[in-house]
């Protein structure tokens, strides 16, 4: 007969020091964080800092975005975490450079070990390529780099790593094509200097 699951006794894995930071950030976020007006991200990249987060410049981190630990979190220049993202990053999430996560999604960095009598916490890093985009309402798992230039499609669920420059999407994602940019610059004026 197999050993029943027991959770009763299941001691936590963060430290007190962890715990008052969360505590402390959980205020800081009520007060100061979540009531800041939309245009304010210089004010929420500061709070950021504060606790220990990177972020790079231009980014916009939106008011309504939940994180657990915010010295485990790695934004790029001009990255963006859009509203109402939910941001566990018991383990480290880092959002490259010109990425964004769009409204909410879930970067999930815990789980539990379902082998495991006690349902151990198991944790792994989340990493959002260069340019990527994770479009509305998706789920990212522990563990998973999303490559630089990729698309997740909105409603996904994401456990395993997606190459760079890959459309995915589904429940679990698979792979739709390749994305290829269209000739030309921002905001797709087509650079008449390219052959």
């Not at 100061?32 to 916009?60: D, M, N, Q, T, V």
Request: proline share 8%; with cysteine; charged share 15%.
């Amino acid at each position: 007969m197999p050993t029943p699951v027991d959770v009763s006794n299941c001691p936590s894995s963060h430290s007190l020091g962890n715990k008052a930071g969360r505590t402390l950030w959980g205020a800081v976020w009520l007060l100061l964080y979540r009531p800041s007006p939309k245009p304010c991200h210089f004010w929420r990249r500061f709070l950021l800092r504060l606790f220990g987060a990177e972020i790079g410049r231009g980014a916009h981190p939106h008011a309504s975005v939940k994180l657990w630990a915010p010295w485990n979190l790695r934004m790029g220049d001009h990255s963006c975490l859009s509203h109402h993202v939910d941001c566990y990053c018991v383990a480290r999430v880092t959002i490259g450079a010109h990425a964004t996560v769009s409204q909410y999604s879930y970067l999930c960095t815990a789980s539990h070990d379902i082998e495991h009598p006690n349902m151990a916490l198991t944790t792994a890093p989340i990493v959002i390529g260069e340019g990527a985009w994770v479009a509305a309402d998706v789920f990212v798992g522990p563990g998973v780099t999303i490559g630089a230039g990729a698309v997740v499609g909105a409603r996904s669920s994401v456990f395993k790593s997606v190459e760079p420059w890959t459309v995915v999407a589904g429940n679990p994602a698979k792979v739709i094509k390749r994305r290829e940019l269209a000739p030309g610059g921002p905001r797709g004026v087509v650079d008449s200097t390219q052959p």
